[in-house]
């Protein structure tokens, strides 16, 4: 079966850290492009970060920029994202997502035809 799932979520407290993994299986992420989305209660989905389909092109939300980092294993068929400094402000359920090379706006959600279910992410005191 198709699926792509996140993991390694949970409770972290400010300033601490968590690595995200989104796994795929029954496809191969080595020819797509994937990004990480997030959302908070009552608020829209916003992309997080982005890895082309090479691996080596990288996009962040400002609001993470040089506090996230987002990777990719081949072998492993994963996707990771490193997540450090959080806030309260990152408390949000992130999705990973893949879509096709594409010239277009990387933060357009609606261009990704694969997501997962989501993982919880809070960030509290």
């Known amino acids: 079966q198709v699926q792509l799932v996140e993991s390694g979520g949970g409770l972290v407290q400010p300033g601490g850290s968590l690595r995200l993994s989104c796994a795929a299986s029954?496809?191969?992420?080595?020819?797509?492009?994937i990004g990480w989305f997030r959302q908070a209660p009552g608020k829209e989905r916003e992309g997080v970060a982005y890895?082309?389909?090479?691996?080596?092109?990288?996009y962040y939300a400002e609001s993470v920029k040089d506090r996230f980092t987002i990777s990719k294993d081949n072998a492993a068929n994963t996707v990771y994202l490193q997540m450090n400094s959080l806030q309260p402000e990152d408390t949000a359920v992130y999705y990973c997502?893949?879509?096709?090379?594409?010239?277009?706006?990387?933060?357009?959600?609606?261009?990704?035809?694969?997501w997962g279910q989501g993982t919880q992410v809070t960030v509290s005191s």
């Open positions: 997502a893949t879509r096709r090379p594409y010239g277009g706006d990387w933060l357009a959600s609606e261009t990704y035809t694969r």
């Open positions: 029954g496809f191969s992420l080595g020819y797509l492009a």
């Open positions: 890895i082309a389909t090479g691996g080596g092109q990288t």
